[in-house]
């Protein structure tokens, strides 16, 4: 059997500095400068919501349709973004949103967020 929750722990900003030791946020979501947290992002499957300090959560919405089977992984949708010190905007990255199966026991829980930026 093939049990889905959602994961959190997934950031933008992981392995992010800035030379200056400024404060790295989120700037742009999709090219769209962003006026206010959280934000949502529909995928293929459910939604990611993004907080503007990078930590992202996936979202399946009630819906294990799409979902992979265990030991499978698929491509959940992609969004861009930049990142932002205060002075000067980062190049676009873009977050690709990976589902993996995991086979369970039905008391388990296995859905992972995967970003490959």
């Known amino acids: 059997m093939t049990i889905y929750v959602e994961k959190n722990s997934a950031s933008l900003l992981t392995g ?15 090219g769209t400068q962003i006026a206010s947290w959280p934000l949502t992002v529909d995928m293929t499957v459910g939604s990611v919501n993004i ?7 996936f979202d399946d919405e009630g819906s294990t349709s799409g ?3 265990g030991g499978q992984s ?7 973004f930049t990142l932002w010190d205060g002075l000067a905007e980062s190049s676009v990255y873009t ?4 589902l993996d199966g995991v086979n369970t026991a039905p ?7 995967i970003f490959e930026v």
């Open 51 to 57: 907080t503007q300090s990078g930590e992202v959560t």
């Open 95 to 98: 977050a690709y949103v990976q």
């Open 74 to 80: 698929q491509t959940n949708g992609s969004f861009t």
């Open 16 to 30: 992010s500095n800035d030379p200056d030791g400024d404060a790295i946020t989120v700037r742009r979501i999709n």
């Open 107 to 113: 008391t388990g829980q296995n859905q992972s967020l």
């Open 67 to 69: 979902h992979p089977a």
